[in-house]
Nanobody, 121 residues
Framework: QVQLVESGGGLVQAGGSLTLSCAAS????????MGWFRQAPGEEREFVAS????????DYADSVKGRFTISRNNAKNTVYLQMNSLKPEDTAIYYC??????????????WGQGTQVTVSS
């Protein structure tokens, strides 16, 4: 079992930065691939970034590549999403997910409740 709790969301100005955190329960955190997804009003949930469980390979959606950075600290059972150069279109609820296979898929096994990120113009 894995329980995920996101934090760090809020309101920021366009061009600003924000870092999201996802704290995971359990003692097998290192065995899971971790991902970040987001869902804007009227849109389906979309992939943002992921990090694998072994060699820490990362993947990013084209829309955030070069601006967002995903990282993990297994000792703290936490995954992070550092967001720079934020744009209004980044506004969404951001969800943390854990699964076996990293990457842009929606078959992750566990999901957090989400944290709101709002970017003003």
């Amino acid at each position: 079992q894995v329980q995920l709790v996101e934090s760090g969301g809020g309101l920021v100005q366009a061009g600003g930065s924000l870092t999201l955190s996802c704290a995971a329960s359990g003692r097998t955190f290192s065995s899971y691939a971790m991902g970040w997804f987001r869902q804007a009003p009227g849109e389906e949930r979309e992939f943002v970034a992921s990090i694998s469980r072994g060699v820490y390979s990362t993947d990013y959606a084209d829309s955030v590549k070069g601006r967002f950075t995903i990282s993990r600290n297994n000792a703290k059972n936490t995954v992070y999403l550092q967001m720079n150069s934020l744009k209004p279109e980044d506004t969404a609820i951001y969800y943390c997910a854990a699964g076996i296979v990293a990457g842009p898929n929606k078959e992750y096994d566990y999901w957090g409740q989400g944290t709101q990120v709002t970017v003003s113009s």
